[in-house]
């Protein structure tokens, strides 16, 4: 199953928080998504160090043009750091988040919603406010200083989340099993709900699950090897959050272990779709 193929290599149990969700999680966030293409709103980008990392950008702009070829008008909301690496790369409609006060936020996101007026909001390992109000890494890190209020763009009616650590937009939905099976879970997981959560082992990985199920209900392939993009957001200025170098990796994997999992989640697909 497409679920089980997102998951592999657990480091972060992920796998027992899968038992919280129904077995098809991925397939109906993707249903989901595809009742709902008109307009979608994708947000991204996570802080680490200085930088933003690799996984978010890399498979937000996969999907962005995955979702551009089937006929959607698709926008970028991040902040920063994020906005950096993605102007670099020329992508178009990315819009820049402040880091700023609740308030200010609150407004700049009622405007966000406003101006582009989504069908859809979608999460891409974006972090999300915990229980006390503040933003996390893994580490326990509070990192509020260095990320914009994103997440208050998801009161919005229609929304998904994807994420692999607990302190992403969308945890919120599993907060009390985040709680006791990530570590600093109850600090760090996020009370931020979605409509649908997928969970992965690599948010990356989850979102090209997602588009494994939209290949399937389109007939048509939309899953790429990984190489090119992520060696542009790398040369953009990303990088990877385990080692924390500019490197052809995300979460600490290769790139050739990423490429294995989009060949995997082709195969669930099957190849006469290429
Ligand atoms: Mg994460
Ligand atoms: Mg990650």
């Known amino acids: 199953m497409i679920e089980d193929v997102i998951l592999e290599h657990d480091k972060r149990g992920m796998n027992k928080l899968k ?4 077995s098809d999680f991925c397939k109906r966030a993707a249903y989901f998504l595809h009742g709902n ?16 990392e690799t996984d978010g950008p890399v498979s937000a702009i996969m999907l962005r043009k995955a979702l551009t070829s089937l006929g959607s008008k698709v926008d970028i909301v991040t902040d920063r750091y994020c906005y950096e690496v993605l ?44 229980k006390d109000g503040k933003y996390y890494n893994m ?16 009161d919005f ?22 709680k006791s ?18 969970i992965s082992s690599v948010s990356n990985w989850g979102v090209y699950g997602v588009m494994a199920y939209l290949s399937e209900i389109e007939g048509k392939m939309l899953l790429k090897r990984e190489d090119r993009i992520l ?24 790139l050739e272990v990423t490429n294995r999992i989009i060949e995997e989640l082709k195969r669930e697909v099957g190849y006469s779709l290429d």
Do not use: W
């Open 87 to 130: 102007t670099r790369l020329k992508i178009p409609d990315v819009h820049c988040f402040p880091i700023n006060g609740e308030k200010e936020s609150l407004e700049f996101a009622e405007n966000v919603i406003s101006v582009i007026d989504p069908s859809i909001i979608v999460s891409v390992e974006r972090c999300g406010r915990a």
């Open 181 to 198: 099976v990530v570590l600093h879970g109850e600090k760090i997981g996020s009370v931020v709900e979605t409509t649908f959560l997928v």
């Open 157 to 178: 009616p229609k929304t998904i989340g994807i994420g692999d650590g607990g302190n992403e937009i969308g945890m919120g939905n599993l907060y009390e099993h985040v």
């Open 19 to 22: 038992e919280y969700l129904p």
């Open 37 to 52: 293409m008109e307009k979608i709103l994708i947000v991204t980008g996570f802080y680490v160090g200085g930088y933003c």
């Open 139 to 154: 580490r326990g890190e509070d990192i509020s200083e260095y990320t914009g209020k994103v997440d208050f763009l998801f």
């Open 231 to 254: 060696e542009n957001v790398v040369q953009a200025g990303a990088i990877d959050s385990a080692s924390r170098k500019a490197a052809l990796m995300v979460d600490g994997f290769s």
